[in-house]
């Protein structure tokens, strides 16, 4: 039974492509700790999305945020450029013009319960934060 009491974790995570797999395997670690094992499935693919952005578009640091709080998991990916995200389109269309990027905020779209994005400042670096929502309720 997942704890009533909110909670919040953060990694820093340098820009290199290997942060995809801590951050996913991190997440598992934080939720099966917190008895939210139903959502680790979902929530990896979420975060491995959010993150693989921050460091695929960017140059510098990016963050993981995890937070429970009232039955939702909010997971989130912070990243040194305070441009908003490309919005994403649908899956559809994506395969017809046989694009190989550019599915994983539509992933994120389809697999969350909410998503956005928001500018937002870390250490005195601009940034934003892409984020996520999944209701365990």
Known sequence: MP???PWEYSLSIPN???AVTVSR???RLILTMHGL???VDVAELLAAE????AVRHTKGPAALR???????LRIGAWDTDPAPPDAPLPFERS????????R?????????????WQPLSRDGSRGKLVWCELDAV
């Not at 959010?50 to 952005?53: I, M, T």
């Not at 995890?66 to 939702?72: I, K, L, P, Q, Y």
């Not at 994983?104 to 319960?113: E, N, P, Y």
């Open 3 to 5: 704890e009533n009491e």
């Open 16 to 18: 290199d492509p290997r």
């Open 25 to 27: 395997r991190t997440l």
């Open 37 to 39: 094992i139903g959502l």
């Open 50 to 53: 959010l993150v693989a952005n």
């Open 66 to 72: 995890v937070r429970w709080a009232a039955g939702v």
């Open 95 to 102: 395969a017809d013009l046989g694009l190989e990027d550019g």
């Open 104 to 116: 994983g905020l539509a992933l994120v779209r389809a697999c969350s319960d909410l998503w956005g």
